[in-house]
């Protein structure tokens, strides 16, 4: 698995993040059909001390249990997300001469509609 989402298979970025999502789903559906997150939430501790030095997060340890807690009730199917592809992109050239990819913020806000529903402001 962390092969798959870390791989390009012959394609580019865009299509990573695709399957990092994807792998991340995977997890959380095991998690979720064996009902692991109670042994979870008590291995919390452990798990966040081996974790700690490579995620790097604004919540505090409890803020991510509490979130855990919220989140583990939250059908699958009313989970929405997004990629950032080549719609939502436009092609810039810098200073340097290097050819990248940059944000078309005029197109950007229907992806954070889409994800984000109709509330969402820019």
Do not use: C
């Amino acid at each position: 698995a962390l092969r798959y989402a870390r791989t390009r298979h012959g394609d580019n970025d865009i299509y990573r993040a695709e399957r990092q999502q994807q792998v991340i789903f995977a997890i959380r559906d095991k998690i979720m059909d064996f009902g692991m997150v109670p042994s979870l939430i008590t291995q919390a501790p452990v798990l966040w001390d081996s974790w700690q030095d490579n995620v790097y997060t604004g919540l505090s340890f409890e803020q991510m249990i509490q979130l855990a807690l919220y989140v583990k009730d939250i059908p699958r199917e009313n989970i929405v997300m997004g990629v950032v592809n080549y719609e939502y992109l436009q092609g810039y050239t810098t200073q340097s001469g290097a050819s990248v990819l940059i944000p078309n913020r005029a197109r950007l806000g229907n992806l954070m509609i889409e994800v984000f529903g109709s509330s969402y402001s820019q």
